[in-house]
């Protein structure tokens, strides 16, 4: 069982705005530099460092060098899940929630993004019902399950699911598939192994593309046709 201590601060460190823009900021799966994450903070250089500093020891974020840099990136997919559940908990109790003017940015958000390594918002959302639909993913609760056609259709796409045959076999390892409440469409898009792959796979087939400044993401008209024909999937 987790100690009030540790949850404490857990919290503690996610509540700071600077904290907080800077983990938001890492939700794309990318990593930043403090430079970077600084001028996303509206904070100076040396302050963003003892901010990392104290989330990297606490297991918030892990450090990769290269050369002389250091990036910064979420340590593990359930601290992505954490900053969704929070921003889904914020958008709850936001008061006169109808008052909001919702900008393009925040728009383009809501039709795609990342949540650390796969797709939420509309694009996510409208993936997992057709995968759901063809009976390729089947999802109970907090559960997911890839299916024997859902396999052989994400080989059929061009998706390496080796290491999702291996998972099979392993008790330990990264959940193979399940659902992850969307915060902006209030229903579940795919995570796990599958929901990585999937991301992973369109970014890099051009069936999608990164918006820069943002972890948004676009369809690309080559995408429309794919996940249109291929999944049967209604993004629009």
């Known amino acids: 069982m987790v100690s009030n201590a540790l949850f404490a601060e857990v919290a503690a460190l996610a509540g700071d705005p600077a904290r907080a823009c800077m983990l938001h900021a890492l939700m794309d799966g990318r990593a930043l530099t403090a430079t970077e994450l600084a001028r996303v903070a509206g904070i100076t250089p040396q302050t963003a460092s003892g901010h990392l500093g ?11 060098k290269q050369g002389r840099h250091r990036y910064h990136r979420l340590a593990a997919p359930s601290v992505a899940r954490m900053v969704e559940s929070i921003m889904q908990v914020a958008a709850d109790l936001a008061p006169d929630r109808r008052r909001f003017t919702v900008g393009p940015k925040d728009e383009a958000l809501r039709r795609g993004r990342t949540c650390y390594d796969h797709f939420a918002g509309r694009l996510g959302v409208g993936l997992a019902d057709a995968m759901i639909a063809s009976g390729h993913v089947e999802i109970d609760g907090e559960a997911g399950l890839l299916t024997e056609p859902g396999l052989a259709f994400l080989a059929g796409i061009g998706i390496d699911t080796a290491p999702m045959l291996a998972r099979r076999t392993r008790v330990s390892g990264r959940v193979l598939c399940r659902p992850c409440l969307d915060w902006s469409e209030r229903r579940p898009h795919l995570a796990g192994m599958v929901g990585a792959a999937l991301c992973a796979h369109s970014l890099a087939q051009g069936w999608t593309r990164r918006l820069d400044g943002t972890r948004a993401v676009a369809v690309t ?11 049967g999937a209604r993004l629009d």
Do not use: N, Y
């Open 221 to 231: 008209p080559k995408g429309q046709q794919v996940f249109r024909e291929a999944f």
């Open 54 to 64: 104290r989330m990297t020891a606490a297991g918030l974020l892990s450090i990769e």
